[in-house]
């Protein structure tokens, strides 16, 4: 199960951070990504993070996010700062054990979390 918090409200040039708390499996072995949703858009990478603690962004994001990961409490997190009005989305963390070269694709995930609202807004 994974279970993300942290996300609001927040102006243009804020930051958030949002955690990913997972359980019901054995956190150290899986990679995690986050994702996110805008409304009439389709589910979009955003970061990941291998058990090494190898980190990849998408572009539109790079050197504003940072994914880390905490194996002592079973929690990823994603950092966001500079945030922008079209970061606004449903953001979602995903799980899946071993690297993926495709860990952009949704399909490649086997546990997701319900999602938590990011609004950018002035």
């Known amino acids: 199960q994974l279970v993300e918090s942290g996300g609001g409200l927040v102006q243009p040039g804020g930051s958030l951070t949002l955690s990913c708390a997972a359980s019901g499996f054995s956190f150290d072995y899986y990679t995690f990504g986050w994702f996110r949703q805008a409304p009439g858009k389709e589910r979009e990478s955003v970061a990941y993070i291998t058990t090494t603690g190898l980190t990849y962004y998408a572009d539109s994001v790079k050197d504003r996010f940072t994914i880390s990961r905490d194996n002592a409490k079973n929690t990823a997190y994603l950092e966001m700062n500079s945030l922008k009005p079209e970061d606004t989305a449903v953001y979602y963390c995903?799980?899946?054990?071993?690297?993926?070269?495709?860990?952009?694709?949704?399909?490649?995930?086997?546990?997701w979390g319900q999602g938590t609202q990011v609004t950018v807004s002035s």
């Open positions: 995903a799980a899946r054990v071993r690297f993926s070269d495709f860990w952009y694709q949704t399909t490649e995930y086997s546990y």
